[in-house]
């Protein structure tokens, strides 16, 4: 009478050179995580170009850039309003530093308020309680 033997082996596809894939003995690495731009950073660099494909006439309006970007108007005026803080404040949230680990320090929401101030002076005062 035979006996069944079962083995089992770890291993994983690795491409080579020119798209050859080879079998390697053993666990896959794990991917390194690199740092990623912020999500307020990518909302705020999306508005600036939105913005311009509007004033270009590449897009009529931000009604059918919403269509376009599959979301609602609502959620289009949202990112689209990251356009009335100050300028100062633009730079310094397209230019904040990549998060490493967690959660992102600032968030759109967070901005909300401070872009609906009409007034320089205090958007900069509010953003300083949001940075801290």
């Keep these: 009478m035979t006996q069944a033997h079962t083995v089992q082996r770890h291993f994983h596809v690795t491409l080579k050179r020119k798209g050859h894939k080879e079998l390697v003995p053993g666990e896959a690495p794990r991917p ?3 740092p990623k731009i912020p999500r307020v950073a990518r ?3 999306l508005a600036i170009r939105f913005d311009r494909l509007i004033r270009e006439g590449h897009v009529k309006d931000q009604a059918e850039l919403a269509k376009l970007g599959h979301v609602t108007r ?4 949202q990112i689209m309003n990251l356009l009335m803080l100050a300028p100062d404040i633009q730079e310094t949230i397209l230019l904040l530093d990549p998060t490493t680990r967690g959660e992102d ?8 308020p401070i872009a ?13 309680a949001v940075q801290e």
């Design 43 to 45: 909302l705020m660099a």
């Design 32 to 34: 390194v995580k690199s």
């Design 116 to 128: 609906a101030m009409p007034d320089w002076r205090k958007q900069r005062r509010m953003i300083k």
């Design 74 to 77: 609502a959620r289009l005026s």
């Design 105 to 112: 320090r600032i968030k759109e929401r967070d901005l909300r």
